[in-house]
């Protein structure tokens, strides 16, 4: 088959590699219909996220039809049309009993930061990922999602990861009816964290970020508030400015570990890699949310360690909420938003393109250009 495969930061090429096969009687095998690059493949693609292999394959939102079903597969048969969680859970563990999909201790048995993730760094299990013509999908009877017949690829597409991220990080803000919420970021999970601290009942969603045409789909999209941190020498002051001089209810870290804005977190995180990226956001957050508030964290961040203001957040009395998206979990309800016309999940992409260019969708994507917000790719088959 052709796949995406990685040779290196900043290098990844259209090359053959074998098929997948099934290894257990719960396998499925999905002919790929389309795949999307997700902003946490490109902290892969930088080089950023420990034991990324070359020889991997990323991708972990994509859509696909059943190929082949192994024995033991009950719920899905060959020809169904499924989107499939990021995350790898087996719907049996401690764990995934208590809907936390996102912190499955069977498919990623060796490590204990984090469930099996598709085409990520092996330190979530090394699954080869969906930016591919075939791929390999465990326990399939637990986390693939059956496509109603009515709706086509795209429009559920981002239910695989950015729209159930987006929605998990607002319900983890506690937002309550009025309250004011800042997320930091405007890529595709940024603006579904938006769009859902709004259906929340959010009063005021104010959006931050470094690039003006996400920060102009951000007043479209949403009719948020927008904030250009690159205007103000000092973000945070300004955004207290805008909050009564108080801060607001919830901040929301949609950036993670490529964040802008610190001289010293870029330094540190991004060029000696003496810290796991750079924390620019979480600093920020930790400093702009009020008193008592809420900081949720969403953006990826990678182990061991960030160095953060946390005796500021203790003497704040701030309410820490953090995690890998249980994404399975929301999938229904967000399906019925997206289906009821209240979410326009297909107007989040941007770019559509042939898988055969992979490598200048990573470029176009990483480098933000063309006023790229999503790329959807294709395989020729």
């Not at 080089?47 to 033991?72: K, L, M, S």
């Not at 499924?82 to 563990?93: L, M, Y």
Request: hydrophobic share 35%; proline share 6%.
């Amino acid at each position: 088959m052709k796949a995406m495969v990685y040779h290196g930061p900043n290098d990844v090429r259209y090359e053959s590699k074998p098929d997948p096969d099934l290894h257990h009687p719960d396998d499925v095998i999905l002919r790929i219909t389309c795949s999307a690059i997700c902003g946490s493949d490109i902290h892969l693609y930088h080089g950023f996220v420990p034991d990324t292999r070359v020889g991997h394959t990323f991708g972990h939102e994509f859509t696909g039809i059943v190929e082949e079903a192994g024995p033991g597969v009950r719920h899905l048969a060959r020809g169904d049309r499924v989107v499939v969680p990021f995350n790898i859970s087996c719907g049996t563990c401690f764990y995934c009993e208590r809907d936390l999909f996102g912190m499955c201790e069977n498919s990623n048995p060796n490590s204990e930061i984090a469930s099996g993730v598709f085409g990520y760094s092996h330190t979530t299990g090394g699954y080869d990922g969906g930016q591919a013509e075939y791929v390999r999908v465990p326990f399939a009877d637990v986390g693939p999602f059956k496509i109603p017949e009515d709706m086509e690829d795209e429009d559920v597409l981002l239910l695989s990861d950015v729209f159930p991220t987006g929605y998990q990080a607002a319900e983890m803000g506690g937002i309550e009816e009025g309250d004011t919420v800042v997320v930091f970021g405007c890529g595709p999970v940024g603006l579904l964290a938006q769009k859902s601290a709004l259906l929340m009942g959010a009063g005021r969603v104010i959006a931050v970020d470094g690039v003006p045409y996400r920060l102009d789909f951000a007043r479209v999209y949403n009719g948020a508030e927008t904030v250009d941190f690159r205007d103000h020498a000092d973000p945070v002051r300004h955004l207290k400015e805008l909050t009564d001089g108080r801060g607001p209810d919830v901040v929301i870290d949609a950036v993670g570990l490529e964040a802008d804005g610190s001289p010293m977190h870029d330094f540190l995180g991004r060029l000696l890699k003496l810290e796991a990226g750079a924390a620019t956001v979480i600093e920020w957050a930790i400093h702009t949310v009020r008193k008592g508030g809420t900081v949720v964290l969403i953006g990826v961040y990678g182990p061991p360690w960030n160095l953060v203001p946390i005796g500021t957040a203790m003497n704040k009395g701030l309410t820490f909420r953090m995690a890998q998206c249980n994404t399975r979990r929301y999938m229904p309800h967000l399906l019925e938003h997206i289906r009821e016309g209240r979410v326009d999940a297909r107007g989040i992409i941007s770019h559509r393109m042939p898988l055969s260019e992979v490598a200048s969708a990573y470029r176009m994507f990483g480098e933000r250009t063309d006023e790229c917000r999503k790329v959807v790719m294709y395989p020729s088959h």
